[in-house]
């Protein structure tokens, strides 16, 4: 394993009733960096991220989180490992507040044990106000503190994007994907998440983002991964990958704009 990486895969495969969806993709993650995957519709971005985290266990090859081979683990074991993401399609518990919405990701950061909470004892209390304090923290973070109390049905689609990546930023992630972060949003919105990536990575936060908005990714990633049919075709800084011809291709054949600022 290279120093420095805090995700590496090898040779990563993802097949699906004989259509491969990733084929032997290998990248590493460099830690402390913004790195972008991009590619056409269909790819394979979102299987890579379903694969390295456990929810679409790969069908060949190996997933390192920080050294460690996490290949066969769980969802519920690569968040404790520091691992978080955010999804495409978002579904925040509707009834609940945007608060309970974030403290349901802080459970595993509570200290007291089963006892301590059945009998609600001093501990309880005490370790459930810090878990409050860290909640409303994060939505402040993400610019949602002032609608804490509202339910996330209520959100516009633009806060729920938000809401999401507060919820992952409560697993405290040593390393954060987020999977099209600024999707659907208007340029005002999309200049946000871009600062707040920025600030989550000024926090000592890794991140990897899945993304279409090549302003976006071009704007804040340090490198960029290109993936077309489920094969690595490029790598490399953003004016490298903007200038290489196999991107240009991919991009153009599949009937959507190649890169640009």
Known sequence: ?????????????VTFG?????????????????????????????????????????????????????????????????MARSFQNLKPFPEMTLLENVLIGREIHM???????????PAFFADEAEQKC?????????????RRDHLARNLTYGERKMLEIARALALEPTLLLLDE?????????????????????RQGITVVIIEHDMKMVMGISDRIYVLDHGELIAEGAPHEVRANPAVIEAYLGGGTHAPTH
């Open 18 to 82: 004989g259509v491969r969806a990733l084929a032997a993709v290998s990248i590493n993650v460099k830690e402390g960096e913004i790195l972008s995957i991009i590619g056409p519709n269909g790819a394979g971005k979102t299987t890579f991220f379903n694969a390295i985290t456990g929810t679409c266990p790969p069908t060949s090859g190996q997933v390192f989180l920080a050294g460690q081979d996490i290949t066969a683990k769980s969802p519920d074991e690569v968040a404790r490992l520091r």
């Open 1 to 13: 394993m290279t120093t420095g990486n805090i995700l590496t895969t090898d040779s990563l495969s």
């Open 181 to 201: 972060p600024v999707a659907g949003m208007n340029p005002t919105e999309t200049g946000f998440v871009m600062e707040l990536v920025q600030n989550i990575r």
């Open 111 to 121: 200290t007291t044990g089963i006892l301590a909470t059945i009998l609600r004892l």
């Open 134 to 146: 860290r909640a409303r923290d994060l939505l402040a973070f993400v610019g949602l503190e002032h």
